[in-house]
């Protein structure tokens, strides 16, 4: 779109848009692995290790859809394997492409003073950032929400080709069946068509479609995963973070999650994206009535499945029925494109060109610095664990790993280790466990890793056949990511009956 506004302020918003563009690029390749893996990087490694078909059950029964783990396979054996990495470099192109493809739909929807302003803030979204240095799926979810905008706003503008019908149902359906939380952005899109049918009923029927398309593609999965899931595979945060998810997605400021350390410096940041999200939707409601469609559309778009948790939240605890949506802001990773065009357009729609320049300035370098917070937060020190017990375990220890599914992260770290038995969270099988830790009885050391989840039955086991543990630290004795030290031999006199 066309900008009546000075040159020179355009130009200053062209810089630090292409500036920000630039250092978040360097600060995702600069902390690339400034982390260790953490539990659910550890789960796609152990997803891409299996055989095909082993690994699209698995992944069908967790509630994650195979697409972006073949994908992820395919890109650690083109690298030679197994490593930090590796295993990141997916996320990292998928949220590169996301930036490059939403640029022009930016400048495709909004002016260009407020494009800029909304590219700088989608390329500085710190939950973006964080996701782009993790081997998971949701940096492609973006790059596919990012793809569906194109399509939906095109749409919303008035543009009546076939393409963009096409590019509608093919973009919902390779989003579902990249990760299930694609479907609260798709529920959003009809909603946000439903609003509009009576000046575009053509894009309802369209959006009807797609959803149901999609869905009927992955109907048989869902199926297979509700029958063999063992737990609601909803990753819990609290009720409070549904506000946290909107300051989050109009500013760009990344929320707490429950795998890395929050601190005092993350908190201000969130206190102020705060306030600066409360001032954007104070500008909204004034607005409200006189939003253009495009503005009106990313509005939708991004508060309704905010308000869908919230309601379902809601209804969960009246009913205790299980019917919460709630979930950490990686669920609503699709929301991204919107929040941000929405933000760009409120920013340069409600100031004089002097303060919009100012206010460009001001935000660039708040969300560089908040972005800079939040790759460097330490996330859980698994691999940091795993070098302490590298000192001291010795070629002939026992090692078990709780959960199996650790497996391959415990060989990544511990190439020269032996891993004698692995035991899943859930597993019930006690006559099994006890065969397997009678082998290690006559060991001279014998570790036990244990990471996440409560207690752990196999930790209970293998004291009863073992003996007692030393543990790894002076905290709870069943804590969320520890090692035990088992010594069977000094034990097994007293086991025996010996004086």
């Known amino acids: ?23 978040a690029i360097a600060m995702v390749l600069w902390n690339l692995t400034r982390n260790g893996l953490w539990v659910d990087e550890m789960y796609s490694l152990h997803a891409i290790e299996m055989p095909f078909r082993e690994m699209c059950m698995y992944r069908i029964q967790r509630g994650h859809f195979p697409t972006y783990f073949l994908m992820l396979k395919g890109v650690v054996e083109a690298m030679g394997g197994p490593t930090e ?72 503008a008035g543009e009546v080709r076939r393409r963009w019908n096409v590019a509608l149902i093919v973009f919902s359906v390779f989003g579902l069946w990249v990760s299930a ?14 609003r509009r049918r009576r000046e575009n009923f053509g894009l309802l029927k369209w959006m009807i479609w797609s959803v149901l398309i999609a869905a009927a593609t992955l109907l048989p999965l869902a199926v297979l995963h509700v029958s063999t899931a063992r737990q609601n595979e909803i990753a819990g945060t609290k009720a409070y973070n549904i506000l946290v998810h909107l300051v989050t997605f109009v500013t760009g400021v990344a929320g707490n999650d429950d795998y890395y350390e929050s601190n005092t410096l993350l908190f201000w940041e969130q206190c102020i994206g705060g306030v600066l999200a409360v001032s954007l939707l104070a500008a909204l409601w004034q607005r409200r009535r006189g939003l253009l469609p495009v503005e009106a559309a990313c509005s939708r778009i991004l508060l309704f499945p905010i308000i869908l948790m919230f309601v379902s939240w809601l209804a969960d605890q009246i009913t205790g029925l299980h019917l919460s949506l709630l979930g950490p802001g990686r669920y609503l990773m699709g929301l991204a494109p919107f929040g941000a065009l929405l933000a760009g357009a409120l920013i340069a729609g409600n100031l004089p060109t002097v303060s919009v320049s100012i206010c460009h300035v001001l935000v660039t370098a708040f969300l560089a610095f908040a972005g800079s917070t939040i790759l460097t937060i330490q996330t859980e020190p698994f691999r940091e664990m795993l070098a302490r017990l590298k000192t001291d375990y010795e070629p002939g220890d026992g090692l078990i790993v709780v959960p199996g599914e650790i497996v391959e992260g415990v060989s990544l770290y511990l190439p020269n280790a032996h891993i004698d038995a692995a035991f899943s969270r859930w597993q019930g099988d006690n006559a099994q466990m006890e065969q397997d830790l009678n082998a290690l009885k006559s060991r001279r050391t014998v570790w036990l890793i244990w990471y996440r989840g409560g207690e752990s039955q196999a930790m209970k086991v293998a004291e009863q056949i073992l003996g007692p543990a030393q543990s790894s630290s002076l905290s709870k004795k069943y804590g969320k990511m520890r090692f035990f030290r088992f010594d069977p031999l000094e034990h097994k006199p007293e086991k025996d009956g010996a004086t």
Not at 181 to 194: I, Q, R
């Open 1 to 23: 779109m066309r900008d009546s506004r000075k040159p020179a302020s355009i130009a200053v918003s062209l810089v630090l848009a292409a500036g920000a563009v630039v250092a």
């Open 85 to 156: 990495v590796s295993l990141r470099v997916l996320s990292v192109v998928c949220w590169v492409l996301g930036i490059g493809l939403f640029i022009p739909l930016a400048f495709r929807m909004l002016e260009r003073h407020a494009a800029l302003i909304a590219i700088t803030l989608f390329s500085l979204n710190g939950l973006a950032l964080r996701q782009a240095v993790e081997a998971r799926m949701y940096t492609l979810v973006l790059l596919l929400a990012v793809l569906l905008a194109h399509a939906y706003l095109r749409l919303v």
């Open 181 to 194: 939380s694609f479907f609260l952005l798709l529920l959003a899109l009809l909603y946000d068509a439903w």
